[in-house]
């Protein structure tokens, strides 16, 4: 594609995708470069799936707003491009009184943001549907569901690909500066060579890495307010042994930095609990067999006969996320600093990043000009 590209885009995973898919559409030139060995290998690749309605975000969010306008893209995405999926629903479970005042909240909320339609459950009518279940009260819902994440990001290659859009893979971002028309990209590849790419924008989609990126693009240390606190998610597969659920996705009430341990089952039906949250200093992808104990006792507030036996450990992911173990909300940041004209820095891409992934892309488009 020569030496001169209309936009660069650091990260493979499916926010860097769908933000290239995006830019193809106008753009003559893009290019999507990642220290993997291919698409989707780091967040993307290590989630469960979920696509998500918006239920429990801040309603002036942008992890609201580009949630539910994402959810809203992907599932006609999915549709148009042939991507397995499925509208599962979803129920979200009260196992107490507390919590049954928390539940009504959380309902109320999402019935204020728009999060799609919502129903409120007896126990007794959630039970008639899980009988294995602890449920004081539900919330259903039906928006939510699952997705191929893997053949998700095979039809954004596709399409960028289509539209003449490159992707280099095993390549890492050493540095950018700033010229006349734009930036001069600076990457060596896994066997040193060096390369440079003249563009006029670029976008910082790197996940784990995205305050790495943008200290690489020569933002002061001053211009970078965010710190990145990586959180591990661990995933156990569910045995035949294990107390059936009809449902593809059951939820207790969000807690300790995340939606808590849930069952989701896959397109395949296979199913898992998971994840839970542990914030952690290194990068590390294996699941500690001895956690299937923590796992089955959280589980079990609300689907009592899981055992520790029923769990065997399946993968892990690690959330970039913006607040670290004392807790609290943080947004999406889909930045533009005015000390770099044509840069968008995207950080703290975590959960419902999968979900809103199309409506970033098409936020990015347009901001980036």
Not at 150 to 163: C, D, F, I, Y
Not at 317 to 332: H, M, N, S, T
Request: charged share 25%.
């Amino acid at each position: 594609m020569g030496d001169q590209v209309d936009a660069v885009v650091i990260g493979a995973g499916v926010v860097g995708l769908a933000c290239a898919y995006e830019l193809s559409r106008r753009l003559d030139t893009v290019v999507v470069i990642d220290r993997e060995v291919g698409p989707g290998r780091e967040i993307s690749s290590r989630n469960s799936g979920v696509v998500h309605a918006g239920i429990y975000y801040p309603q002036d969010s942008l992890k609201t707003k580009l949630c539910i306008e994402g959810r809203q893209r992907l599932y006609a995405w999915c549709e148009a491009h042939d991507v397995p999926h499925k509208h599962t629903g979803k129920l979200i479970v009260a196992t107490n009184a507390q919590d049954e005042d928390r539940l009504r909240k959380i309902a109320r909320h999402a019935h204020d943001v728009g999060a799609g339609e919502l129903r409120l459950m007896s126990g007794e009518e959630a039970r008639a549907q899980e009988p294995e279940l602890r449920c004081e009260l539900a919330l259903h819902s039906p928006e939510s569901g699952v997705v191929d994440v893997h053949e998700l990001v095979a039809s954004l290659v596709r399409e960028l690909h289509e539209a003449d859009g490159a992707t280099v893979y095993q390549t890492e971002l050493q540095g950018a500066e700033r010229v006349a028309d734009g930036w001069v990209i600076r990457t060596t590849d896994t066997m040193g060579r060096e390369a440079e790419l003249e563009t006029a924008r670029v976008v910082n989609a790197a996940g784990l890495s995205a305050i790495d990126v943008a200290r690489a693009t020569g933002l002061p240390d001053t211009g970078i307010p965010w710190r990145l606190y990586p959180c591990k998610g661990s995933y156990f597969a569910l045995g035949s042994g294990a107390p059936k659920t009809r449902n593809s996705l059951i939820y207790p009430l969000p807690e300790g930095g995340g939606l808590g341990v849930h069952i989701t089952a896959d397109i395949s039906g296979a199913r898992r609990a998971g994840p839970d949250a542990e914030f952690i200093d290194t990068i590390d992808y294996s699941v500690d067999e001895s956690r299937a104990v923590r796992f089955a006792e959280a589980v079990a507030r609300y689907l009592p006969a899981i055992r520790p036996e029923h769990l065997t450990p399946d993968y892990s992911g690690i959330r970039p996320k913006l607040v670290g173990p004392q807790g609290g909300f943080a947004d999406f940041v889909l930045e533009q600093p005015a000390s770099q004209p044509g840069v968008v820095h995207l950080i703290g891409i975590e959960s419902p990043g999968l979900t809103a992934a199309l409506a970033i892309g098409a936020r990015v488009s347009e901001v980036i000009g």
